[in-house]
């Protein structure tokens, strides 16, 4: 149960690390070709700065999942991976409820799955 907990764990910390790519390195090509639809082109340029701020905001939460692999006492990486991914969660769940209900299924989900994980691995 452990090793699941910590692969799915890392599996929503690369997550985290491909949306801070997207949004402050390729927010206009692969942003654009993310969000198609979502916004208008001509939004892309000018909201360049608003998404690697948002991105950024996913690095941390990406490494503050990273770091629990790297935390030798089980406790502090317990609470650590059960604090980070619940912010994602919170982030998810406020996303889908003010953006994109699929923001639910791509984000807030998957960290649902990993902390039932990890709390069931404790």
């Known amino acids: 149960m452990e090793i699941i907990a910590k ?14 790519y997207m ?11 993310t969000f198609k639809g979502a916004l208008p082109d001509s939004l892309f340029s000018p909201t360049k700065g608003l998404a690697a701020n948002q991105g950024l905001y996913n ?14 006492d089980k406790l502090w990486a317990f609470n650590i991976s059960v604090f980070f991914l619940s912010c994602v969660i ?12 699929k ?5 807030a989900l998957p960290a649902i799955i990993a902390l039932a994980f990890v709390l069931l691995s404790r």
Do not use: D, N, P
């Open 7 to 20: 692969i799915l764990v890392g599996l929503v910390a690369v997550e985290h690390l491909y949306i801070l």
């Open 23 to 33: 949004e402050m390195f390729a927010w206009e090509t692969l942003g654009r070709k």
């Open 59 to 72: 690095g941390f939460l990406s490494a503050g999942l990273i770091w629990t692999f790297f935390i030798s």
């Open 90 to 101: 919170t982030a998810g769940l406020y996303g889908a409820l003010t953006a994109s209900k």
């Open 103 to 107: 923001i639910f299924f791509s984000q």
